[in-house]
């Protein structure tokens, strides 16, 4: 008997999550969770921070930051949070063969999974020759990148973190999202280089700051109907615009 697709996906939707893993951490437990081949969550002290069947937003951040990139020699791209690899398949589908990609995921715990139950999901993005994951705090690693003048910049950078810059955010101070934070990635891109970041809602102070700092700023909202999440597109100048303004201004 062949089943409609609606019944299907009711079939599908009453199963019960099942706990693959689970690590404690700082802001409650960490758990992978899974009821169907495809179908899996992330939670963080019972929040729900990923979805494998609602993953829009993140393949379209991971395009938006590195489609200009298809044709470059030799790219080199920092992704800010692993997840569930989402954003870094669609990163690595916009590059070329000759790219490399860093990635700083905070927890270990989230770059097993990647590399065990979450691998048929992103066709193993994670162990992808490509990658290089660095176990560490993506903040630090823009910071060290930005005061260390002999530090290989970045064509791209990509925030796919659970918290996305909001109207709490600290201005100047915070880590991630202040201004202090943005004058860091724009010293570790190099020039015409475009940092996307994830946010939960458009952020108007985000976008004023990223525009004080010398971005061209847009912003995408990918989703299909309701709350649709929002990307932040930010491009700094090329070299050959700087100096022509430069010149403009002499």
Excluded at 24 to 50: A, N, S
Excluded at 60 to 68: I, N, S, T, V, W
Aim: hydrophobic letters at 45%; one cysteine or more.
């Amino acid at each position: 008997m062949t089943i409609p697709v609606c019944l299907a996906k009711a079939f599908i939707m009453a199963k019960p999550w099942k706990t693959i893993d689970s690590i404690d951490t700082d802001e409650g437990v960490l758990e992978l969770r899974q009821r169907d081949e495809y179908d899996f969550l992330i939670t963080i002290g019972g929040m729900v921070l990923m979805n494998s069947m609602a993953n829009r937003s993140e393949v379209a951040l991971g395009q938006l930051g590195c489609k200009h990139l298809h044709n470059h020699p030799r790219p080199r791209v920092l992704v800010g949070g692993l997840g569930m690899a989402c954003t870094l398949r669609a990163v690595l589908d916009s590059l070329p063969a000759t790219a490399e990609v860093v990635v700083a995921e905070i927890n270990p715990a989230v770059l097993t999974w990647c590399r065990g139950p979450l691998a048929d999901l992103t066709n193993g993005a994670a162990n992808d020759p490509r990658v290089d994951v660095v176990i560490g705090d993506v903040a630090e690693v823009v910071r060290n990148t930005a005061s260390n003048a002999r530090a290989k910049k970045f064509d791209a950078i990509v925030f796919d973190l659970y918290k996305g810059p909001h109207y709490h955010t600290d201005k100047s101070n915070d880590p991630l999202y202040g201004s202090r934070a943005i004058d860091n990635v724009r010293l570790a891109l190099k020039p015409g280089g475009v940092f996307t970041v994830w946010g939960e809602n458009y952020d108007e102070g985000f976008d004023k700051r990223l525009c004080a700092a010398g971005f061209t700023v847009r912003h995408e909202r990918p989703g299909r109907g309701g709350l649709r999440h929002v990307v932040f597109v930010a491009t700094l100048a090329t070299a050959a615009a700087l100096q022509q303004a430069v010149r403009k201004n002499a």
